[in-house]
């Protein structure tokens, strides 16, 4: 591996000794206009990878509250009429309680008063649905980084999974996930009123995810949990999301 030719080449290149022998038989590599291209590209994958991060933390667009659909829509979902949702729903949500867990140094089981309690983001945004619909409403909740933080998120969590209390059928609940990128963006919140009324049970009630730079099937509703995890292909069908599991949609729904 100390042959002067593997010395001279990982000089050129840059590349260890080792990993220039990986090399072998291209001798003539470094002069090689397409290899030096291959080279600078590392640098063009950094300008890039910075592009597309400046990209992905970009606002949605927001609306004048006056520019607001009459009706919000209901989809997916309308009602999760299960016994255990109507007693909360029969005693306002008072016995409600949102779970944060996973790779958290300090779990939290929070209540919609002490949510009430914490600072709250106010936004009219557009909801695309990719069945076909769009409709623009005034969300107000909690930005999803201020509850990551009194949680304490680990580094090391890689991703969030939203679990709630509907049930698709067979006892599976629905379910999706984001990124970090996602998570700490500005509009993400975690949202209890919709045009400045305590969130109706079509669209969520009492707590939903705002993800806005997303379709709208990553938006869950009926929140139950939040559970902070670095991979998702142990998390149900692997896929991060009910749709994604059983019908293929894709993870990312990035708008
Ligand atoms: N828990 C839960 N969240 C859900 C769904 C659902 O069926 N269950 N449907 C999704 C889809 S496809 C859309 S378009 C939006 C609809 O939100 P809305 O009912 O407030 O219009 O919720 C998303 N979140
Ligand atoms: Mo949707």
Known sequence: ?????????????????????????????????????????????????????QDRQALAREFRPDQRSRFFRGNGTLNPNTEAY???????????????????AR???????????????????RHDCVE?????????????KAVLDAAQLST????LVFHCMDDMGGGATYYESIDMVDALHPQTILAFALN??????????????????HLGYKHAKYLSGI????????????????????AGYEWYAGI
């Not at 109507?86 to 944060?100: M, N, P, Q, Y």
């Not at 919609?112 to 914490?118: G, N, P, T």
């Open 156 to 159: 090391r969590a890689k991703y």
């Open 132 to 144: 076909g619909w769009s409709a623009i409403g005034t969300w107000r909740g909690v930005p999803l």
């Open 196 to 213: 400045e009324k305590p969130l109706h049970v079509r669209n969520g009630a009492p707590l939903r995810l705002r993800v806005e730079r």
């Open 107 to 125: 779990p939290l089981s929070i209540s919609l008063a002490q949510l009430h309690a914490m600072p709250h983001r106010v936004q009219t945004t």
């Open 1 to 53: 591996m100390n042959s002067p030719i593997v010395s001279r080449r990982s000089l050129i290149t840059g590349l260890t000794a080792s990993a220039a022998g990986l090399l072998s038989g291209c001798d003539s590599l470094a002069r090689d206009e397409r290899f030096r291209k291959v080279l600078f590209s590392a640098e063009n994958m950094h300008k890039w990878l910075q592009r597309s991060l």
């Open 227 to 246: 559970e902070a995890v670095a991979d998702l292909s142990t998390i149900r069908g692997g896929k991060g999301g009910f749709w994604e599991d059983v």
């Open 86 to 104: 109507k007693a909360l729903w029969r005693s306002d949500f008072l016995d409600w309680r949102l779970r944060v867990g996973g790779m958290v």
